[in-house]
């Protein structure tokens, strides 16, 4: 079983940044793939940003490319989400997610196997 643990977030003016952590622990860290995901009020959870467990592929969502930047350290067993410019709409609960990196990558909620508690963001105007 896997263990995701977040921490950061918090309250940022517009145009602010803020940094969030997720610990992993119960595999390998190089056989997880991590991913973040973002769920607003009244709306669904939806993907933000994704590495893969190598640290060699990244993706991201387009209401975040060139704002936001994911890595992973793997002597902490960490990935990191790093968020500039953000704005109003940002604002959300975010969570990590991680899943065995021997499937094929994915952007999609319903199948990743482990969950963060999740973090929240707001973004004052």
């Known amino acids: 079983q896997v263990q995701l643990v977040e921490s950061g977030g918090g309250v940022v003016q517009a145009g602010g940044s803020l940094s969030l952590s997720c610990s992993a622990a119960?595999?390998?860290?190089?056989?997880?793939?991590m991913a973040w995901f973002r769920q607003a009020p009244g709306e669904e959870r939806i993907f933000v940003a994704r590495?893969?467990?190598?640290?060699?592929?990244?993706n991201y969502s387009d209401a975040v490319k060139g704002r936001f930047t994911v890595s992973r350290n793997a002597a902490e067993n960490t990935a990191f989400l790093h968020m500039n410019s953000l704005q109003p709409d940002d604002t959300a609960i975010y969570y990590c997610a991680g899943r065995p990196n021997y499937y094929s990558a994915s952007l999609r909620v319903a199948e990743y196997d482990w969950w963060g508690q999740g973090t929240q963001v707001t973004v004052s105007s």
């Open positions: 119960g595999l390998p860290f190089y056989n997880i793939d």
């Open positions: 590495i893969s467990g190598s640290g060699k592929t990244k």
